[in-house]
């Protein structure tokens, strides 16, 4: 059986760490172990502060939209956002940059970590532009614990 569930918000740096905090909050209370929880949160917000920082950097803060399909074995998470796509419809590759340990901070070079730690965390990875929007899609394999925990 695949449970489904869905949240929205305003892509700001605030309304996603809620929206992240609320996704995150629901896949505890469905038995999902709390180091996978802790990976997807990783990737999770690693994926929708892109959205905030590049997709709508040019316009208006728009809606961001976040649905998991939990399956037996695996955890899809689609995130979808009226911003603009990715250049050439096409993700970053997300490699890994080699800096000194002493590099100062101010000099460490942008861009690139995050879509690493995306694709080191999920087992696919899929992107498509749909009319308008982008959905970005992630899986992450995942073995249950027993009972889903009771919210509070």
């Known amino acids: 059986m695949v ?3 869905a949240c929205s918000f305003r892509a700001t740096e605030l ?7 609320s996704v995150v909050d ?3 209370n469905m038995g999902i172990p709390d180091t996978r929880v802790d990976e997807v949160q990783i ?3 690693e994926a929708v502060n892109n959205v905030v920082e590049h997709a709508y950097a040019e316009t208006a803060a728009g809606d961001v939209l976040i649905r998991c399909n939990l399956h037996p074995d695996r955890l899809w998470v689609e995130i979808r956002d009226a911003g603009v796509p990715f250049p050439n419809a096409k993700l970053p590759d997300g490699n890994t940059v080699k800096v000194d340990a002493d590099t100062p901070l101010e000099d460490l070079p942008e861009g690139g970590f995050g879509w690493f730690l995306i694709r ?9 532009r ?5 959905q ?3 899986c992450f394999e995942i073995q249950l614990t027993s009972e889903p925990q009771q919210s509070s």
């Open 120 to 128: 080191e965390l999920a087992s696919d990875i899929q992107y498509q």
């Open 136 to 138: 970005l899609s992630l």
């Open 3 to 5: 449970e489904t569930f």
């Open 26 to 28: 629901r896949l505890k």
């Open 43 to 45: 990737a999770l917000a």
């Open 130 to 134: 749909n009319l308008d929007n982008n």
């Open 15 to 21: 309304d996603a760490r809620r929206g992240i905090v």
